[in-house]
């Protein structure tokens, strides 16, 4: 059988003014996602567990099929996966964005003015993170280069037990309320202190700014955890081999962990600036190839909520429609063997906050040997709660697709 799950991060939102009272998911037209809807399993999923924070990691290790609760160690590990960094048990790791700060992350007035730094380039954040490296690495302090503001610090042989929060949480407001707290707290501000020292005045920024761009001239931790330990994908599900197409460390992270292979795709961004089609292309190739699985993370959505990019919110959801969901769909319904396809967000990420919730989201899952009528619906947020569906746990959703159930 061939599945693929089509996951549009962020994509769930609340009613926007602006839009007319409607959710950028009705705002928008999406007939792939709605013909899915249509004749598949339609309803609504939680993706997060009730007290845990509503992260891509948590709500993608469901989507995964992996429940958080019993398998989330925290999200950097898995990003520094993904990044390739050789892990003890021992260790300690931490995110470490490149934001934009007008100040001092302990000075009172300063707010997080951009928690992605301008969106900085790979090729200039490599730059300012081996500066870091050679300035404030040390024996047991790593700084890895990841991709674009998403980075990786590494404590060897450290204790974990410490508070960080999410810098895009906090978009417009004052740092000094979310400095990291609790165990290795001091350290972690004395780093963030001194990088900013650092990059303030870098020829990079410099240059960034003489450009219209926002520096990258602070390093903001958050994230802490372990090394994770999934059970491999093939063994949990079955499946004999799988992938992973994402733009995001963390997704490629969470496929490594899970013995997936990551298909690396040239002109994905993680923004809305990228090529939608690439994504639907590389993923049929799989599939014609040999794969039986392949999971696509689209991140567009979730950075137009991140930025109250309205119109780029619903734009972006059109485009995974068009480019994305259609065309994987006219494949699997030409492929001549069973298959199936999940539709669905991770988590919200409401314009209106900008920043992610843990409410349950919606989801279609279709099946060739299972198509139903559910009539004239729309794949939104108020469609998929009328149905009266609702999946507790959405970790389950990964043995419908694969057939378990």
């Known amino acids: 059988m061939k599945s693929v799950v089509i996951l549009g991060d962020g994509m769930a ?25 249509r004749h598949g399993m339609f309803g609504m999923a939680r993706t997060v567990p009730e007290g845990m924070a509503p992260g891509s990691d948590t709500a993608n290790l469901s989507v995964f ?3 958080p609760a019993i398998y989330h160690t925290g999200r950097s590990p898995l990003e520094a996966a993904s990044i390739g960094i050789d892990l003890a048990h021992v260790d300690v790791t931490y ?29 200039e954040a490599d730059v300012l993170i081996k500066y870091l490296s050679e300035n404030l690495g040390s024996e047991g302090v790593e700084f890895h280069t990841g991709t674009s503001y998403r980075h990786c610090l590494v404590l060897r042989n450290a204790l974990t037990g410490g508070e960080q929060t999410p810098p895009h949480d906090i978009s417009g407001q004052r740092t000094s309320v979310y400095l990291p707290k609790g165990q290795n707290s001091d350290l972690l501000l004395d780093l963030m202190l001194r990088s900013y020292k650092l990059l303030r005045d870098h020829p990079i920024n410099k240059s960034r700014i003489e450009r219209g761009l926002n520096p990258a001239n602070c390093a903001w931790f958050w994230g802490e955890g372990r090394k994770p330990s999934l059970t491999p994908f093939a063994e949990r599900f079955g499946v004999k081999r799988s992938a992973v197409i994402s733009a995001v460390d963390l997704i490629q992270g969470i496929g490594i ?15 809305y600036h990228t090529d939608f089609s690439a994504k639907s292309r590389a993923a049929i190739d799989a599939l014609k190839n040999g794969y039986d699985l392949v999971y696509i993370h689209i991140e567009a959505p979730d950075e137009c909520g991140h930025h109250y990019e309205i ?12 480019k994305v969901a259609a065309p994987i769909l006219k494949y699997l319904r030409e492929c001549g063997e069973d298959w199936s396809v999940l539709v669905m967000p991770d988590h919200p990420t409401p314009l ?32 998929a709660k009328k149905t009266g569906l609702y999946i507790d ?13």
């Open 352 to 383: 209106s906050i900008m920043t992610h919730t843990g409410e349950p989201v919606p989801f279609a899952l279709v099946r060739s040997f299972d198509i139903r009528d559910n009539g004239e619906v729309r794949f939104t947020e108020n469609e």
């Open 95 to 123: 995110r470490c964005n490149l934001v934009t700060l007008p100040g001092l992350p302990d000075d009172e007035e300063t707010v997080m003015a951009d928690y992605s730094g301008g969106e900085i380039t790979t090729e």
């Open 65 to 67: 099929g992996y429940d």
């Open 393 to 405: 746990k959405a970790c389950g959703l990964m043995d419908l697709l694969v057939g378990i159930k």
């Open 311 to 322: 119109k780029e919110k619903a734009w972006s959801i059109e485009q995974i429609d068009e």
């Open 257 to 271: 962990c899970a013995g997936m292979d990551v298909i690396k795709v040239p002109g994905i961004t993680g923004t």
């Open 13 to 37: 939102d609340y009613a926007v003014p602006e839009l007319g009272g409607l959710t950028p998911l009705e705002a928008a037209c999406h007939p792939a996602m709605d013909l899915i809807a």
